[in-house]
């Protein structure tokens, strides 16, 4: 079959690789219906050293069971099934606590070593504990788009808002207008907030996030953010911050611009050596957490909203293309061209 592969920085290609095959009897193998290019394989694309490995690539997939082995009883083939972007035995005691990312035999996909979900099919551990049914395949093009958010950057938007603890009445800010601030501003509004300040500086996303429910959009950085959002919000700062980005930068503007007894939601893959800010958070008593989606906690409520039209979070995608293009898909995101590719194998 076709999958990706990078090599290095810049350097990612479509290879020829063995089908997948069973290796456990709680493995299923998922033909896949859309995968997509995430904001944090941008990292490695810039980054990564070349003359190493090669790194299967993607971790977003839905897909249709197409086998499973013998220990599999929650999907059978045919299944249209949301894979989250990582695979957990469901039995665990870190699963039992809803901290998937902890599992005892927690498997990333897309990550050194690993199977990529940018490819024509997947195997997938743990099956029963990872895949969710979204009922038989469709040929409806909008359903696939939000279902395909729901593997990764609609769960993730929705994390953030979960740990900053948004509620009902509350002023959210959404720091990132790439698809995952926008998710977080669909996950804020669904969650009650009544206003949802986005800050963001590319109008074409700005205007989507608008679309979506935010309320106003803050196009300064830095010191000038944080006052410009002081401004909006009579001086007291928002409810609940949402940090979609993962700089120090955008970090540090989270905790300066959260009202005292605030939240900070961190979902932004982090790239700094130590939380800035960390004595200011401690001072206006912050609730500050975050990390890797538990995107199969999330899913049991989510998905009846995107089947039912509440949500359209596939929205966020605005480029598609097969495997042959999605080369020029991680070239176009980096670049800022798109916001989100959606992958058709």
Excluded at 60 to 77: D, K, L, S, W
Excluded at 140 to 159: P, Q
Excluded at 245 to 269: L, M, N
Excluded at 326 to 339: C, F, K, L, N, Q
Aim: proline letters at 5%; glycine letters at 14%; hydrophobic letters at 40%.
């Amino acid at each position: 079959m076709r999958a990706i592969h990078m090599y290095g920085a810049g350097d990612v290609r479509v290879v020829e690789v063995p089908d997948p095959v069973l290796a456990a009897d709680t493995d299923a193998i998922i033909r896949v219906v859309r995968a997509c290019v995430c904001g944090s394989d941008l990292w490695p694309y810039r980054e990564m050293p070349s003359g190493g490995p090669a790194q299967a690539m993607g971790h977003e997939a839905i897909g249709v069971v197409e086998e499973t082995g013998a220990g599999v009883h929650g999907v059978q083939r045919g299944d249209l099934v949301v894979m989250p972007m990582f695979s957990t035995d469901g039995t665990c005691e870190f699963c039992r606590e809803g901290t998937l990312s902890g599992c005892a035999h927690v498997g990333f996909f897309g990550r050194a070593g690993a199977a990529g979900a940018q490819a024509e099919a997947v195997r997938v551990p743990y099956a029963d504990a990872t895949l969710v049914r979204a009922g038989a395949e469709t040929g409806d093009d909008e359903v696939l788009r939000s279902l395909a958010t729901l593997s990764d950057v609609m769960a993730t938007g929705h994390h953030a808002a979960v740990t900053a603890g948004v509620r009902p009445g509350h002023t959210v800010a959404v720091i990132g207008d790439g698809a995952v601030g926008l998710c977080g501003v669909i996950a804020a509004r669904r969650l009650g907030a009544e206003r949802v300040i986005v800050l963001g500086r590319h109008r074409t996303r700005t205007d989507l996030a608008r679309d979506l429910g935010a309320t106003d959009v803050v196009a300064e950085r830095g010191a000038e953010a944080v006052e410009r959002v002081r401004e909006l919000t009579g001086g007291t700062g928002a409810h609940a911050v949402l940090e979609c980005v993962g700089t120090e930068e955008s970090t540090a503007t989270a905790i300066e611009i959260a009202r005292p007894g605030g939240g900070v939601g961190r979902v932004g893959v982090p790239h700094y050596p130590a939380v800035p800010q960390a004595v200011a958070a401690w001072v206006k008593n912050l609730h500050f957490g975050g990390g890797p989606a538990p995107v199969r906690a999330y899913l049991d409520e989510l998905l009846p909203d995107v089947l039912n039209g509440t949500i359209r979070p596939g929205r966020v995608f605005d480029r598609t293309t097969s495997l042959d293009g999605v080369p020029d898909g991680y070239r176009a995101m980096a670049a800022r061209e798109a916001i989100k590719v959606l992958v058709t194998p």
